[in-house]
T-cell receptor, first 112, second 114 residues
Framework: NAGVTQTPKFQVLKTGQSMTLQCAQD?????MSWYRQDPGMGLRLIHY???????DQGEVPNGYNVSRSTTEDFPLRLLSAAPSQTSVYFC???????????FGPGTRLTVT | AQSVAQPEDQVNVAEGNPLTVKCTYS??????LFWYVQYPNRGLQFLLK??????LVKGSYGFEAEFNKSQTSFHLKKPSALVSDSALYFC????????????FGKGTKLSVKP
């Protein structure tokens, strides 16, 4: 199993550009989520999904969109990037009945 | 609202000495508590969890954590630190009534010197 994979590893955007951060898992996990990690702030939940076709907002959803058309994939879209979205983004997944989350390696995004 | 607090930004320990990374929680009812570790330029890895039962929980890499209900704490411990334990450690609590989302503390950087 590859586990949770994320692409790209690094990305630089200009303010106003859009992009999609990709996340995929091959463990047949129902639950998937996106976090952002900022220095001194820990991880904050952006969006999550409990299964294909179901998504919901987390603590900091503004500026981000998600969709879940398959169990495996959970892309995160930035429609109009802002410098405040400079961060490291982590995708995570788990089985619904499990307590342990598996994290991807992260995407480091810089918005200039 | 549920939350966890990690009062130390950084903990410095000499190799071979015991280590403690502190975590306190604020939760109504019984908490589900977790510790994760993040090595440089990597994603988070699960270390251990407390759901119910014995207050001393054992996890990966020789780590353990002690749940203390009266002090609302869940400190991470290891009897003998290794240089390779140097990493960022996160305490987390599972949110109630929200599909089990995790709320993370701000993280504590552990530095183990030879």
């Amino acid at each position: 199993n590859a586990g949770v994979t994320q692409t790209p590893k690094f990305q630089v955007l200009k303010t106003g550009q859009s992009m999609t951060l990709q996340c995929a898992q091959d463990m047949n996990h129902e639950y998937m989520s996106w976090y952002r990690q900022d220095p001194g702030m820990g991880l904050r939940l952006i969006h999550y999904s409990v299964g294909a076709g179901i998504t919901d907002q987390g603590e900091v959803p503004n500026g981000y969109n998600v969709s879940r058309s398959t169990t495996e994939d959970f892309p995160l879209r930035l429609l109009s990037a802002a410098p405040s979205q400079t961060s490291v983004y982590f995708c995570a997944s788990r089985k619904t009945a499990s307590y342990e989350q598996y994290f991807g390696p992260g995407t480091r995004l810089t918005v200039t | 609202a549920q939350s966890v607090a990690q009062p130390e930004d950084q903990v410095n320990v000499a190799e071979g000495n015991p280590l403690t990374v502190k975590c306190t929680y604020s939760v109504s009812g019984n908490p589900y508590l977790f510790w994760y570790v993040q090595y440089p330029n990597r994603g988070l890895q699960f270390l251990l969890k407390y759901i119910t039962g014995d207050n001393l929980v054992k996890g990966s890499y020789g780590f353990e954590a002690e749940f203390n209900k009266s002090q609302t704490s869940f400190h991470l411990k290891k009897p003998s630190a290794l240089v390779s334990d140097s990493a960022l450690y996160f305490c987390a609590v599972r949110e109630k009534g929200s599909q089990g989302n995790l709320i993370f503390g701000k993280g504590t950087k552990l530095s183990v010197k030879p």
